[in-house]
């Protein structure tokens, strides 16, 4: 298990941005999304990427829907997560609409798991991942959800990765705030609004 003080931390950090982000409220937040999907979808790595990995916005999160219906547009492919039960895994399973989603027990909307539509992270394809977080600093560290899904997959993906922060998200550097562990990789891109 983890340091208790660093644990306890994460959990102040977490509330305080939930909080930020929920005090910013819906029409400031899709104000932002837009801008930060100008911006991502303008990135030459966006232009570079031939397949799409992103996370499927759930609630307040940073949407990206419309960055879906965009790599869709250009001819990407685009594969979605599902979360492995009983593990911090994720496979990629490609999608063409959101109509083919399932609810998880979480309410998150995930593609079904089809080994026909799997979609393998050592393809040798130029491979663009949306990494979700509650804050990223300005080195591209995280604080996630808690669940270590991402940083399971950042581990072992060689493609690029980007997060998508809100500005008021944004957080100067997790590292002196003593919650960035070894284990703990950064987004090597972080689009804000």
């Given at each position: 298990?983890?340091?208790?003080?660093?644990?306890?931390?994460?959990?102040?950090?977490?509330?305080r941005?939930?909080?930020?982000?929920?005090?910013?409220?819906?029409?400031?937040?899709?104000?932002?999304?837009?801008?930060?999907?100008?911006?991502?979808?303008?990135l030459?790595?966006f232009?570079?990427?031939?397949?799409?990995?992103?996370?499927?916005?759930?609630?307040?999160?940073?949407r990206?829907?419309?960055?879906?219906?965009?790599?869709?547009?250009?001819?990407?492919?685009?594969?979605?997560?599902?979360c492995?039960?009983?593990?911090?895994?994720?496979?990629?399973?490609?999608?063409t609409?959101?109509?083919?989603?399932?609810?998880?027990?979480?309410?998150?909307?995930?593609?079904?798991?089809?080994?026909?539509?799997?979609?393998?992270?050592?393809?040798g394809?130029?491979?663009?991942?949306?990494?979700?977080?509650?804050?990223?600093?300005?080195?591209?560290?995280?604080?996630?959800?808690?669940?270590?899904?991402?940083?399971?997959?950042?581990?072992?993906?060689?493609?690029?990765?980007?997060?998508?922060?809100?500005?008021?998200?944004?957080?100067?550097?997790?590292?002196?705030?003593?919650?960035?562990?070894?284990?703990?990789?950064?987004?090597?891109?972080?689009?804000?609004?």
């Amino acid at each position: 298990m983890g340091n208790v003080n660093v644990d306890a931390r994460k959990r102040e950090l977490r509330k305080r941005f939930r909080a930020i982000r929920k005090d910013m409220g819906e029409e400031a937040r899709a104000a932002a999304d837009a801008l930060i999907e100008e911006r991502l979808c303008a990135l030459p790595e966006f232009e570079w990427a031939e397949v799409l990995l992103p996370y499927l916005d759930f609630g307040p999160e940073v949407r990206t829907r419309g960055i879906i219906e965009r790599a869709w547009d250009a001819g990407k492919t685009v594969a979605l997560p599902w979360c492995v039960p009983g593990t911090h895994e994720m496979r990629w399973y490609k999608v063409t609409s959101f109509d083919a989603l399932v609810r998880s027990r979480l309410g998150v909307e995930e593609p079904v798991p089809d080994e026909a539509s799997e979609q393998l992270l050592d393809t040798g394809e130029r491979m663009l991942a949306l990494v979700p977080g509650l804050t990223f600093d300005l080195a591209g560290y995280r604080l996630g959800y808690g669940g270590g899904f991402y940083d399971t997959f950042l581990a072992r993906f060689g493609g690029v990765s980007v997060g998508l922060c809100r500005r008021a998200q944004l957080s100067r550097d997790l590292r002196a705030e003593g919650i960035i562990d070894a284990h703990d990789l950064p987004a090597q891109l972080v689009v804000t609004d």
